[in-house]
């Protein structure tokens, strides 16, 4: 399987072969379903917590003797059924939100994506990404020749260089990650993807299964 090869400059620069089962498979949108909830589960953090009946403030005294009064028993006002009271399955930072995806699942997910970038031509691929200073107007105007100035773009090197680094970092539209960095989340959401010819080897080094 090869892919269309542009320069910074947007020429031509070839073709590269790539291996189809990275960049030709079938597209398993339950399968992909299934990686990127997992991903996005398992960047949450157990920040939310809510008070027990033990925690919440107030008179543990009952609120009025048990029978005679006519009303509902009740023991605490700290009862879940009252309010301000507590809550009967609380949430609290221990929680754990986790979802186990098999390595081999997740090679097969991130490869089925790959395949849908290239299908949909949402994949560029460039012999190369110097940028000779740290300026963003550089990075613009590479983005600009490739005819990706008006898209939000995510960028994935071989080698995070200190000038694509302080180029890019001021354009909100543009995610620059190495090739090792990349996931499923990343991927879908960016409307264009550019790989070097580097990463796009690492890449394949990685996902083929």
Known sequence: MELKLVNVQGHDAGVLDVNEAVFGRDYNEALVHQVVTAFLANARSGNRKQKTRSEVSGSTKKPWRQKGTGRARSGTASSPIWRGGARTFPNTPEENFTHKVNRKMYRAGIAAILSKLVSDNR???????????????????????????????????????????????????????????????????????????????????????
């Open 123 to 209: 994949l560029v691929v460039t012999d190369d990404l110097t940028i000779d200073s740290p300026k963003t107007k550089s990075f613009v105007t590479a983005l600009e020749n490739m005819s990706l100035s008006n898209e939000t773009v995510l960028v994935v090197v071989d080698e995070l260089t200190e000038n694509v680094f302080y180029a890019s970092r001021n354009l909100p539209t543009v995610l620059v990650l190495e090739a090792h960095q990349i996931d499923p989340y990343s991927l879908l959401r960016c409307n264009k993807v550019v790989f070097t010819q580097k990463a796009i080897e690492q890449v394949q080094e990685q996902y083929s299964c």
